[in-house]
Structures are given as C-alpha cells and as structure tokens.
C-alpha cells in the first residue's frame, strides 16, 4: 500500500468509524494504561493530536497540553517519556526560540497508525453486538460521565 492509498485509507476508517471510536476512546480514559502499548492514555492522545496536523507533525507544547488536557509540568513530563521513546523529537521555533515545538518521528507515525488500527479493531470488536439506538445511549452516558469528571 503506498503513501497515498494508506492515507485514503487511514481517512475512510475515520470516517465510517469515528462514531464508534470516539465511544471506545471516551472508555480507554478510564484506564491509567493501555495495556499493548504500555503508554499512557495522555502519551498515545498528543501522539494523535500530532498525527492530526499532517506533515511535519509538529506542535508547539502548549498546544499538546491543550489537547490533552494536562498542566504545563505535566506535559513536559509526557513529552519526555514520548522523546525517550523516540516518537517525538523537541526542535526549537526558527521564529521564536523560546517555543518548543515537538515533532513526530517515523517510529512515532508508524506507532500511532498502528494503535489507531487496533482501537477501531477494539471499538468494532466491543460494540458488535450493540445496535445503532444503544451505541447512541452509551455515548450520551460516558459523554455525562467525562463531563462530570471535567468539573472535579
């Protein structure tokens, strides 16, 4: 499969599964770990969030902590766990040196397209049995469950 084919790919699985991944996601935040991955929820969400930004795959730090929703100590901390990992690497703003941008490296791409397709697997597998009206209902409730966690 080349590049282009991948991508078209990776944006139909988006598209006909976004519904039932952002069900399955929403899920994954109540675990500490994704157990395959041996990541943290917060490491594979900027992982996603620089995916999203397409070539160079890069964002400044603050915007990975908006993402992800963590403190600023935070997110230096995942940032160093995702560099010692060698997913990301730090470069510095040619515009601004005091701005830290964090790039996605090869390993980190081929790592995220990799957990992208096995959370879909996942999301496919648990949601099977459930119909379209029920899928609509789990939704509503973790969407009532996150909320309240936001607000503590």
């Known amino acids: 499969m080349n590049e282009t084919q991948n991508k078209d790919f990776e944006e139909q699985?988006?598209?006909?599964?976004?519904?039932?991944?952002?069900?399955?996601?929403?899920l994954l935040?109540?675990?500490?770990?994704?157990?395959?991955?041996?990541?943290?929820?917060?490491?594979?969400e900027a992982?996603?969030?620089?995916?999203?930004?397409?070539?160079?795959?890069?964002?400044k730090a603050s915007q990975i902590m908006n993402a992800v929703g963590l403190t600023s100590g935070a997110t230096t901390t995942l940032i160093n766990r995702l560099?010692?990992?060698q997913f990301v690497i730090r470069l510095s703003d040619t515009k601004d040196k005091r701005i830290s941008l964090v790039q996605l490296t090869n390993k980190g791409r081929a790592f995220i397209q990799i957990e992208l397709k096995r959370q879909f697997a996942m999301a496919g597998e648990i949601l099977s049995d459930f119909d379209d009206l029920e899928k609509r209902q789990l939704k509503v409730l973790i969407n009532k469950v996150t909320d309240k966690f936001k607000t503590h």
């Not at 992982?47 to 964002?59: D, G, K, M, S, T």
């Open 47 to 59: 992982l996603f969030a620089l995916y999203r930004q397409e070539n160079p795959f890069q964002l």
């Open 83 to 85: 560099e010692k990992n």
């Open 13 to 26: 699985i988006f598209t006909e599964n976004a519904y039932d991944a952002n069900i399955i996601n929403k």
């Open 29 to 44: 935040l109540a675990a500490k770990k994704i157990e395959a991955s041996q990541l943290f929820h917060s490491d594979i």
